[in-house]
């Protein structure tokens, strides 16, 4: 089963995810430049929106994406009663997982074995990013725990690290945000989840047109007139067409087989990526703008259709008109078109704000309603 989630979304003036230069991200699409939000920036608004935390905080069903492990470790093996010793000569080694390569490299050119050539080892954080699960961690404290009484404190230090994590075995984190988004880490330590839903960068209907905010401040207390200091920030005002999908065969998968969890992620995704927002200069600009539309169209086949190709012809407001209007209509032929010329024939259902759907759906009032039909659509729901 496949579920897809189109949303339309006019934001007011922002900048929501910068580039390298502090601009507002941008693409070239269909000839003409466009406002975009990568799908990284739309991907870590939902995990950490207030919807997602709710749901699955409480039951420890949320991963954290972090350098921080050894810290974490410790933390663990307090919990769990390991002797001071203990703790202080495996934290030594905890900050090379995730550099097993190069440490190997090392070992062979009899380097110090624990530290990877031409490189600073920071002791409280490992070389990568990884994203574990809180579920992970007192196994893997245990293990490194048992691992370290086997070999004795003599034999771990000098233990190649690959040798220990390959020990540590891997296991499938119980964690909806790494089942839904995935994972890929260089490590042994931890199993590779292949994502079960994508996400794609959001790209606006209408052409950019980027503008500059060039602003003073003043000093309150020098009684001096004039700037006291003076910036510029780049901002953009556009509607962008959002879209993601879900493969539930395989976000059962990722999950253990817990369909009950899965249904629960399902909702909570829907409602997540339509309140949540992306945190950019939202201090400056205040963009909360949630989206006008949106379309759920749920396939027994997996034929997934990303429906940007309906602006690759910008859209424009005319007449009476708006600019969400128009993006609307625009996005319903190329819809209907794709699925008739393919013979798609999903289920749909969508919500409206503003222009009512030319388009074979069941429309409903509410986000709640949305859901409460994407439920239905679900196993057993």
Not at 274 to 301: C, H, M, W
Not at 347 to 370: F, G, H, I
């Amino acid at each position: 089963m496949l579920i897809q989630i189109h949303m339309l979304q006019n934001y007011a003036p922002s900048n929501l995810n910068r580039d390298d230069t502090g601009s507002p991200k941008d693409a070239i699409f269909g000839g003409y430049r466009r406002g975009r939000i990568s799908s990284q920036c739309l991907k870590r608004s939902i995990r950490r929106s207030s919807v997602f935390q709710d749901e699955f905080a409480k039951d420890g069903l949320l991963g954290m994406r972090t350098r921080l492990l050894p810290r974490e470790i410790e933390n663990t093996l307090k919990k769990i009663g390991a002797d001071e010793r203990s703790i202080r000569d495996i934290m030594v080694r905890v900050n090379e997982i995730g550099r097993e390569s190069k440490k190997e490299k090392v070992d062979e050119k009899a380097e110090n074995p624990g530290e990877p050539e031409g490189e600073e080892v920071i002791a409280d954080q490992t070389k990568q990013l990884i994203f574990i699960s809180t579920s992970e961690l007192e196994p893997m404290a245990n293990v490194l725990l048992s691992i370290y009484k086997e070999l004795g404190p003599d034999k771990w230090k000098k233990e190649k690290i690959s040798d220990i994590t390959r020990k540590l075995g891997k296991t499938l984190p119980k964690s909806v945000d790494i089942a839904m988004f995935g994972r890929m880490t260089t490590s042994d330590a931890f199993e590779d989840v292949q994502a079960a839903v994508q996400v794609a960068h959001a790209i606006s209907t209408n052409t950019l047109s980027e503008e500059f905010d060039y602003f003073t401040a003043v000093d309150d207390l020098s009684g001096e007139t004039g700037a006291g200091m003076i910036g510029d920030v780049a901002y953009n005002s556009s509607c962008y067409y959002k879209y993601l999908n879900i493969h539930w065969e395989g976000l059962v998968q990722n999950l253990g087989g817990d369909e009950e969890v899965a249904k629960r992620a399902v909702l909570a995704l829907l409602e997540a990526a339509a309140v949540s927002q992306p945190s950019g200069k939202q201090n400056t600009f205040a963009a909360y703008n949630l989206p006008d539309f949106i379309l759920v169209e749920v396939s027994d086949r997996n034929v997934p259709v990303n429906y940007a190709n309906a602006f690759i012809k910008p859209v424009r407001a005319f007449g009476e008109n708006s600019l969400m209007d128009a993006s609307i209509d625009a996005f319903c032929v190329n819809a209907k078109n794709i699925s008739e010329a393919y013979n798609l024939q999903p289920r749909r259902a969508a919500m409206s704000v503003t222009r009512k759907p030319s388009l074979d759906c069941e429309v409903l009032p509410d986000l709640k309603s949305l859901n409460n039909w994407v439920k239905k659509q679900l196993p057993n729901g």
